[in-house]
């Protein structure tokens, strides 16, 4: 059984996907994460981050393990560093090319394999799992997702500006609906689930509902 969660940054995905595979006892996987090591590898190893073949290489030989809920590059715990501003602000443009996007969809499907799995990330209901036997489309208010990952960077003691994330948000939701590769958009058979005033165990309860039945 293959859950595929989509929409935007800030919209829940990372914390139901989380919470719902383990309610479930199944895998989840973070396919915005993959592409967050890819370009923290880029930046480790100085690799333009505007030449799409060389970052298919990079692609292709990721060393990248994944270990309770932990991520390591080349033997490296980079779990957090992979979620930096720094990152944010860049990752929009190895994410958009085509040669980027065909490898690191083989790489996610090798990940999950025959398992079953909550795969989360924007285009997962389109491109990576289009034939899930669940599809879930997250969204919220601009205000309330750039509220949502401030919160977590603070968390993290990572000193940043609310209306920073917020125009970096607004600028990057632009590149990943426009983009021609692999854009954010919803699919007709996802449940649209508008998560800015609800709980998390309320998203989480009405995913659950659709899936009981
Ligand atoms: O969900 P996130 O913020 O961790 O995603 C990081 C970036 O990767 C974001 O710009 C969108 C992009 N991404 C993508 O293009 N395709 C995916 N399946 C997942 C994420």
Redesign the pocket.
Known sequence: MIIAIDGP?GAG??TIAKLLAKRLGILYL????T??VLTLKALKDNIPLDDPFALRYTAINLNVRWEEGKIYLDGEEVTDRIRSPQIDKI??LP?SFKEVREAMVEFQRRLVGTKDAVVE????TTV?FPNADYKFYLDASLSERARRRYCDMVNKNIQVELEEIKQDMEV?DRA?LTRDI?PLKKAPDAIFIDTTNLTIEEVIERILSYIKR
């Not at 973070?30 to 994460?33: E, F, K, R, Y």
């Not at 990330?121 to 997962?124: L, M, Q």
């Open positions: 940054a995905k990372t973070d396919t915005g994460a592409y967050r990752i929009s994410v990330g924007r285009d997962t990576v990057r990943d692999g």
